[in-house]
């Protein structure tokens, strides 16, 4: 479980950010995997998790983390391990129950509440103000193009023939 917290931890969030930042993020990331090892999904095989983050949070392995990270590996697993290590064991609770830990990188300056994604109210999943994602060089960038440029990226991702027909 250790090795795994540390994969998600380096998936999802810079190893460059503070240490509390990467604490944060390592008691997320083992709060998750408890939860979703306390109910397996049977669409996984017997697994508890997975590493698709589009279905659960990333992982990488030490693998992609080296590839990744270069010469910087030893320095950022050093950092990750030892934020994973101070948190390792402690889950995030609500009311004596671990809690669904749903997290994301940035918002549009508001959340939204849980009910407002999955259409079923949590009591600590609530809309709130986020008004520090404005301030990420994330939050927002430019994107420009040329007049036939949309219809090349669609067309590259989303297939299509275009029939002309002359009236």
């Given at each position: 479980?250790?090795?795994?917290?540390?994969?998600?931890?380096?998936?999802?969030?810079?190893?460059?950010?503070?240490?509390?930042?990467?604490?944060?993020?390592?008691?997320?990331?083992?709060?998750?995997?408890?939860?979703?090892?306390?109910?397996?999904?049977?669409t996984l095989g017997g697994a508890d998790i997975t590493?698709?983050?589009?279905?659960?949070?990333?992982?990488?392995?030490?693998?992609?983390?080296?590839?990744?990270?270069?010469?910087?590996?030893?320095?950022?697993?050093?950092k990750i391990e030892e934020?994973?290590?101070?948190?390792?064991?402690?889950?995030?609770?609500?009311?004596?129950?671990?809690?669904?830990?749903?997290?994301?990188?940035?918002?549009?300056?508001?959340?939204?509440?849980?009910?407002?994604?999955?259409?079923?109210?949590?009591?600590?999943?609530?809309?709130?103000?986020?008004?520090?994602?404005?301030?990420?060089?994330?939050?927002?960038?430019?994107?420009?193009?040329?007049?036939?440029?949309?219809?090349?990226?669609?067309?590259?991702?989303?297939?299509?023939?275009?029939?002309?027909?002359?009236?």
């Amino acid at each position: 479980m250790f090795e795994y917290v540390v994969g998600a931890v380096a998936a999802e969030i810079p190893p460059t950010y503070h240490s509390q930042a990467l604490r944060a993020q390592a008691a997320v990331c083992y709060t998750y995997a408890v939860k979703k090892r306390s109910s397996p999904d049977p669409t996984l095989g017997g697994a508890d998790i997975t590493d698709d983050s589009a279905v659960h949070q990333g992982y990488l392995d030490a693998a992609a983390r080296k590839e990744k990270w270069g010469d910087k590996y030893e320095t950022y697993e050093k950092k990750i391990e030892e934020a994973v290590k101070d948190v390792f064991g402690k889950t995030i609770t609500y009311d004596g129950e671990i809690i669904t830990a749903a997290f994301h990188a940035i918002s549009c300056g508001q959340t939204f509440s849980a009910e407002e994604v999955w259409g079923k109210d949590v009591p600590y999943l609530k809309s709130v103000t986020s008004a520090g994602d404005k301030l990420s060089p994330d939050y927002s960038s430019t994107l420009t193009l040329t007049a036939d440029a949309p219809i090349v990226l669609v067309g590259r991702e989303f297939p299509i023939t275009l029939s002309l027909i002359h009236i």
